[in-house]
T-cell receptor
Framework: EDKVVQSPLSLVVHEGDTVTLNCSYE??????LLWYKQEKKAPTFLFML????IEKKSGRLSSILDKKELFSILNITATQTGDSAVYLC???????FGAGTRLTVKP | DAGVIQSPRHEVTEMGQEVTLRCKPI?????LFWYRQTMMRGLELLIY????????DSGMPEDRFSAKMPNASFSTLKIQPSEPRDSAVYFC???????????FGPGTRLTVL
């Protein structure tokens, strides 16, 4: 059965820290992997990754995919309290999500 | 663009009652997804449609749940009879053809007493 596993499940850091969130997958028909951020409401799209080794960046957030090792990481540098959220990854075949990583950034 | 529209936004009902949740996807999107989110189980895919046809309903918990998509602009998720353990936030999302970015609706918070 296809699955997506995220780690850690929970993370608490202080403002200014850098964090790395992990997403590993075991899927039979991989096309792309997606990252979302969920605060109090619906998930919002961050990145879509299809090619191995190519980094996607948006401000302090970046993500990269390793198709050989079947994982992706999401990096957030110089974290701010507004980064506190649940970060979700999903593979695009049927859009099943991992359990998410709950990030808390303390002032 | 109004985005994905869901109604109602909040629903409180009593155990045993029928509940119908509604979703209008973004115009032109040909894939539609229903999710359920709880603290315990996270974001679970219930069912998804491509071109109004159900593709994978393996996430539908049991026969009490049913989903329809009679046309490209409307879908329903029905629970009959509802139970307290169905209490959750139900999200609808749509995705355009040929692209993988998925757009979520605001969700319906269901409470079954």
């Amino acid at each position: 059965e296809d699955k997506v596993v995220q780690s850690p499940l929970s993370l608490v850091v202080h403002e200014g820290d850098t964090v790395t969130l992990n997403c590993s997958y075991e899927v039979t028909n991989f096309r792309s992997l997606l990252w979302y951020k969920q605060e109090k409401k619906a998930p919002t799209f961050l990145f879509m990754l299809t090619s191995s080794g190519i980094e996607k960046k948006s401000g302090r957030l970046s993500s990269i995919l390793d198709k050989k090792e079947l994982f992706s990481i999401l990096n957030i540098t110089a974290t701010q309290t507004g980064d506190s959220a649940v970060y979700l990854c999903a593979y695009d075949d049927d859009m099943r999500f991992g359990a998410g990583t709950r990030l808390t950034v303390k002032p | 663009d109004a985005g994905v529209i869901q109604s109602p936004r909040h629903e409180v009902t009593e155990m045993g009652q029928e509940v119908t949740l509604r979703c209008k996807p973004i115009s032109g999107h040909n894939s539609l997804f229903w999710y359920r989110q709880t603290m315990m189980r996270g974001l679970e895919l219930l069912i998804y449609f491509n071109n109004n046809v159900p593709i994978d309903d393996s996430g539908m918990p049991e026969d009490r749940f049913s989903a329809k998509m009679p046309n490209a602009s409307f879908s329903t998720l029905k629970i009959q009879p509802s139970e307290p353990r169905d209490s959750a936030v139900y999200f609808c999302a749509s995705r355009p053809s040929g692209r993988d970015t998925q757009y979520f609706g605001p969700g319906t918070r269901l409470t079954v007493l």
